[in-house]
């Protein structure tokens, strides 16, 4: 077993004393993912802009650590004001269709009032090749 510890190059990482990705194992744990370019440190003024890079900042480390978004189970949303979810929320159907993780949104405060948009990935080493059994209820 291994346990893998990535930074992304965000400076709150080293300030604030967390890694980016925890991954033990095939598990992969990624921290609360803003828009910001790590590299150039710019925010985008809008959610939908945000998004975007926010699933680059996504899509980077999961490749650092061997994976994708195929591997994605679980992803929890944070879009502090509503009428951004209807846009932010179909570009993330876009990002996940066919994948299908399991999802929460909250519309709630983040860490400052230029953050309108934040994205946590739970993820599975290789779970995007594995075989799915679909099922449905209705109640």
Known sequence: MELVKLKSG???????????IVGLDNWIFMSLTAGRDYKTRAMP???IEQARQAMKNVEGALAAVGSSL???VRR???IPRQEDVAEVMAYMGEKFRGIFPASCV???????PEYLF????TAYRGA???PVKNLSISL
Not at 106 to 112: A, E, I, R, V, W
């Open 10 to 20: 965000s400076i709150l990482e080293d300030k604030e004393g967390y890694s980016r």
């Open 70 to 72: 195929a591997d994605v």
């Open 76 to 78: 929890r949303i944070f």
């Open 128 to 130: 995007g090749a594995l």
């Open 106 to 112: 909250t519309c709630s405060p983040l860490g400052g």
């Open 118 to 121: 934040e994205i946590e990935i």
């Open 45 to 47: 003024d809008t959610a």
